[in-house]
């Protein structure tokens, strides 16, 4: 298994959650200028399940079941945010190819 320093683990999740929280943001404004639905929201489920995996991974990792759990959290905050991203920019593409 692959082994990461303290350091690493903080650095890891606090990307994702910066990512999530400014997916959050951005997908907040084009959400409401495009009167789409507010799974913007969802970013903010991911963040906190990044974290709570961070916080699993620096103190319970060794503890049995717990080291199953913070890769769990981590799957399910990616596929979140990917599946909301998916949904809330899936338009661009599409704009930039009418430009083009």
Do not use: C
């Not at 079941?65 to 809330?88: K, Q």
């Amino acid at each position: 298994m692959l082994s990461l320093n303290i350091l690493d683990i903080v650095l890891i999740h606090f990307t994702f959650v910066s990512t999530y929280l400014i997916l959050a943001f951005l997908s907040k404004i084009f959400g409401s200028a495009k009167r789409m639905k507010p799974l913007y929201k969802l970013y903010y489920v991911a963040t906190v399940l990044s974290i709570l995996a961070a916080l699993i991974e620096l103190f319970l990792a060794d503890r049995g079941l717990f080291a199953l759990l913070p890769g769990l959290f981590d799957i399910l905050a990616l596929t979140l945010s990917s599946w909301v991203t998916y949904f809330y920019w899936v338009w661009v593409p599409k704009e930039l190819a009418k430009e083009g």
